[in-house]
């Protein structure tokens, strides 16, 4: 008797990638959002898959930046190493920065930007 047995991959979503990146910082939801751009509600919703990022591209960007954690690997473009990886903390857990909310029409000194902007 011969029993065969399938093999079984698991994949990761977009939302456990972001949640991968985000915890080898060490920060929780409400520390990474601001640094990434976004409000803690939104990156909350990314990573338990209730909703994506309107533009992925950015957000994916942003978390390379942030963690060093290549932008193909959160898009699920790169299988990333091979021995899982990722595991270290980063080194910029703790760094006091912020960036621009996505979507938003103004910037961090609160001047308008893009079309129709006063130079």
């Known amino acids: 008797m ?4 399938e093999r079984y991959y698991p994949t990761w979503t977009l ?33 338990s898959d209730h909703s994506v990022p309107r533009n992925m591209l950015a957000v994916a960007r942003r978390i390379a930046g942030l963690t060093g954690i290549p932008a193909a690997w959160v898009l699920g473009l790169d299988d990333g190493p091979p021995d899982g990886g990722f595991d270290e903390p980063h080194p910029l857990n703790g760094v006091e920065t912020t960036a ?7 910037s961090q000194s609160d001047k308008p930007t893009g079309y129709g902007a006063a130079a």
């Open 15 to 47: 939302g456990d990638r972001i949640r991968k990146a985000r915890l080898t910082t060490g920060m929780n939801q409400r520390e990474f959002a601001p640094l990434i751009g976004v409000k803690p509600g939104s990156l909350a919703a990314w990573e």
């Open 2 to 5: 011969t029993i065969q047995v």
């Open 100 to 106: 621009p909310l996505l979507g938003s029409r103004k």
